[in-house]
């Protein structure tokens, strides 16, 4: 069990770390105050003690918190921008997401609106990790030994890895900047004329760099951490997100021996689905999760709860800070299959089945709270003047809470834990799943040569489907790649919702124009009858306005500045 008292034991390196590193530089000798160059005092207390070098190399972990769909719901919950979840806000809590979806205005040159990140990345992210592996070789491997310097070495590229992934999948090509492409072999940041002038790799040519980092990474990386540094990356998470670049990159073959590397290494899903995303479930989930964002009840916070829960409970809970601010639509509700394996669709459900939602498969239940669930003692109540209500959603405002589709998310939420409003939440993000490496495997397969691996990729993809008692998936329900990628896709979406895959997924997979342009999400509005039976009736949960993504958002433009200082550099076409 990953429970408190587990995390507690953890050392929570991604948020925590650098006020510890503060608390070690606060209490240098006095050898290290007398120093009066600051640059040799900031490296002789870095590199003094193995624990502050420590610290400093897990602060490269920050990449990954930048985008945590746990962390940073609020404004980085980017399964809100595509067809399978909905903000129920316009422009409150500085969201952007119902704005870079109804108004063309969203993207213009010089900026890639809500997804822009160039500056933040390349400056505080990539920057830091080009200086610290600079420091490792000049500091590091003298004062620890070369064999130490390169598992800090990898952790390092596995972190700027993902901060290029970051960027690639916003902008195409990039500007490689790294430890060793300075003009004078040293460190590409800026510092030097000729290091600004750089042009953009191509597309290829950064996914390859990419690619080749992480399996750098993975064969430096140790298979475990000791307790105390439990949570750091291992060669399981550097071989599961190298499964995911890999598709990216095109890759198909790398993709798949990542996977099998993953499953050599001990990946294995866990047997109960719901209990992957509650901290205290009572399930072993360290099989499945290959890399996590960790957190610490009571000290190391976020606010999921509070953003997520349920309109209704702010009367239970004796609080107005509950805001719902992303919720499922009915788009990804009517992708989950009854239990049976039987297809679910609002014309026909009635014929086998009491009402539209009970017997449906476990993801449904672990994923969506629907009218009638069950939640911490009472039931949701999602229809109009119900507990947890039915606002249906403007282009001016907010719904204040309430849900604009009829179901409200219930992922990751922690039933049965009243602190978050005093305490904050503290569950994790699982970063990278074995349930996403097998869904990459299966698409590899498919991708490499569907006649020919049509067994490996159904038999990959069924394993995702076994662990939530669905049948399998045979060779007469996908005849051939497009049917299997058809099925692949869905899967993808049920198994992954609100875990950020989908907007990403629609763009490597150059649908978002087919999914969102021109389209509208819809919602259920509920009626409670005098008999006490419902009336489901679907609606259009944007307003009225059709949804855009044109051609060009697929290489979003890159910000002025660059442009402007980098005389090498080109923007994308189209802007």
């Not at 282009?395 to 179901?407: F, I, K, M, R």
Request: hydrophobic fraction near 35%.
């Amino acid at each position: 069990m990953i429970g408190e008292e587990k995390m507690k034991k953890r050392t929570i390196i991604f948020l925590f770390s650098i006020a510890v590193f503060g608390l070690f530089l606060s209490s240098c000798t006095e050898d290290v105050l007398d120093i009066d160059n600051t640059k040799d005092l900031s490296d002789l207390a870095i590199w003094s003690t193995e624990s502050a070098a420590e610290m400093y190399i897990t602060a490269s972990y920050k990449t990954f918190t930048d985008v945590s769909q746990v962390a940073n719901s609020r404004t980085q919950f980017y399964d809100s921008y595509s067809d399978i979840m909905k903000s129920t806000a316009w422009d409150i809590y500085n969201h952007a997401y119902n704005k870079s979806l109804l108004q063309a205005s969203a993207f213009t040159t010089g900026s890639a609106g809500a997804f822009e990140n160039w500056n933040q990345v390349y400056t505080e992210r990539i920057r830091r990790a080009n200086v610290l592996l600079n420091e490792i070789k000049n500091y590091g491997v003298e004062k620890y030994g070369e064999e130490w310097s390169n598992v800090r070495r990898a952790e390092v590229r596995f972190c700027r890895a993902f901060s290029y992934y970051r960027l690639i999948r916003v902008y195409g090509g990039v500007i490689i900047r790294t430890d060793v492409s300075g003009v004078n072999g040293g460190v590409d940041d800026g510092a030097y004329q000729e290091d600004i002038h750089r042009a953009r790799a191509t597309e290829e040519e950064s996914w390859d760099f990419v690619v080749n980092e992480l399996l750098w990474a993975a064969e430096n990386l140790p298979e475990s951490w000791p307790e105390n540094w439990e949570g750091r990356a291992t060669k399981k998470s550097a071989y599961g997100l190298l499964s995911r670049m890999a598709l990216y990159a095109g890759k198909w073959q790398i993709a798949i021996d990542a996977a099998e590397k993953v499953k050599e290494l001990g990946g294995a899903l866990s047997p109960d689905y719901a209990k992957v995303f509650q901290v205290d479930g009572g399930q072993d989930n360290s099989s499945e999760i290959l890399f996590s964002l960790y957190f610490l009840s009571g000290s190391v916070t976020h606010s999921f709860d509070s953003y997520n829960r349920p309109f209704g409970d702010r009367a239970v809970h004796g609080t107005s800070a509950i805001y719902a601010e992303h919720v499922p639509t009915g788009d990804l509700a009517d992708m989950y299959e009854f239990s049976d394996g039987t297809e679910f669709n609002w014309n026909t459900y009635d014929e086998n089945h009491a009402d539209p939602y009970n017997d449906r498969e476990p993801r449904f239940h672990a994923t969506i709270l629907y009218n009638g669930s069950q939640w911490e003692g009472r039931e949701i109540e999602t229809f109009v003047d119900g507990a947890d209500g039915f606002v249906e959603f403007q282009q001016s405002s907010s719904t204040g809470g309430h849900t604009p589709t009829g179901y409200y998310l219930r992922k990751y939420l922690q039933e049965g834990y009243s602190d978050f409003v005093t305490k904050g939440s503290y569950q994790y993000d699982a970063v990278i799943r074995y349930a996403e490496v097998l869904l990459n495997k299966s698409e590899a397969y498919a991708q490499l040569d569907y006649t020919r691996y049509q067994s490996e990729a159904l038999g990959a993809l069924n394993e995702v489907r076994t662990r939530v008692g669905l049948p399998g998936k045979t060779a007469s329900d996908a005849p051939n790649k497009e049917a299997f990628m058809s099925l692949l896709r869905k899967e993808r979406c049920v198994e992954l919702a609100g875990e950020g895959f989908r907007y990403w997924d629609l763009r490597r997979w150059r649908l978002a124009e087919n999914v969102i342009n021109g389209k509208n999400a819809y919602g259920v509005k509920i009626t409670k009858n005098a008999d006490e039976t419902f009336t489901y009736e679907k609606v259009n949960v944007d307003g009225g306005t059709p949804r855009v993504f044109f051609e060009r958002y697929y290489y979003f433009s890159l910000p002025t500045s660059e442009i402007a200082n980098n005389n090498l550099c080109e923007n994308n076409p189209y802007w």
